[in-house]
């Protein structure tokens, strides 16, 4: 089945140890973005790209960076974890401008980051 | 900015009962909203889809209704059922723009 795909699935890193979460997508989708979020909080948006177009939220701290290699790939990295950013990121995709239903955001199950 | 809430921000219901689930936000100016349903540590699943220029939108049990004008979107799910135990979300995105705008979720728990 087409889907997102985001591993691993829970990862634990040291306070200022750089990690990588990985996302990829069969769905073709030109819209790849990545959310934070914590626990009962709404999903933050950190940044998202429109085909190899990166935009970045004005609040996402610089300590997260993001590359799109190709269509199907997006990671996001954390260059210095602090305690704070212990969460669950979740990548999703979307066909925008397509219309209708095509427009849905389809979700990975999410990678459960924790900080020690 | 678009502001997304969500009241309550918890739901008991015995099973069988109906489910109303409220989303407000602040800028009518939008483009389509979404419901998503929440597991426990998992991703989200889109329910339903709502074009501005439409009303409503129904799926099986799922019925979601969207006042534009007032800023308001319902979902109804009929005859609860344990298993639509989750945390259900909605999601705004705005005209000209790709970001959608999530609430907090309301979490439901259906008691059999």
């Known amino acids: 089945d087409a889907m997102v795909i985001q591993n691993p699935r829970y990862q634990v890193t040291q306070f200022g140890k750089p990690v990588t979460l990985s996302c990829s997508q069969t769905?073709?989708?030109?819209?790849m973005y990545w959310y934070q979020q914590k626990s009962s909080q709404a999903p933050k948006l950190l940044f998202h790209?429109?085909?190899?177009?990166?935009?970045n939220e004005a609040d996402t701290p610089d300590n997260f960076q993001s590359r799109r290699p190709n269509t199907s790939f997006c990671f996001l990295d954390i260059r210095s974890p602090g305690l704070g950013d212990a969460a669950m990121y979740l990548c999703?995709?979307?066909?925008?401008?397509?219309?209708?239903?095509?427009?849905?955001?389809?979700f990975g199950s999410g990678t459960q980051l924790s900080v020690l | 900015k678009q502001e997304v809430t969500q009241i309550p921000a918890a739901l008991s219901v015995p099973e069988g009962e109906n489910l109303v689930l409220n989303c407000s936000f602040t800028?009518?100016?939008?483009?389509?909203l979404q419901w998503f349903r929440q597991d426990p540590g998992k991703g989200l699943t889109s329910l339903l889809l709502?074009?501005?220029?439409?009303r409503e939108q129904t799926s099986g049990r799922l019925n979601a209704s969207l006042d534009k004008s007032s800023g308001r979107s319902t979902l109804y799910i009929a005859a609860s059922q344990p298993g639509d135990s989750a945390t259900y979300l909605c999601a705004v995105r705005r005209l000209n723009d790709y970001k959608l705008s999530f609430g907090a979720g309301t979490t439901v728990t259906v008691r059999a």
């Open positions: 999703a995709t979307s066909r925008v401008l397509s219309g209708g239903e095509n427009e849905k955001l389809f």
């Open positions: 709502i074009q501005s220029s439409q």
């Open positions: 769905l073709n989708h030109n819209v």
């Open positions: 790209y429109y085909d190899k177009d990166f935009n």
């Open positions: 800028d009518s100016a939008i483009y389509n």
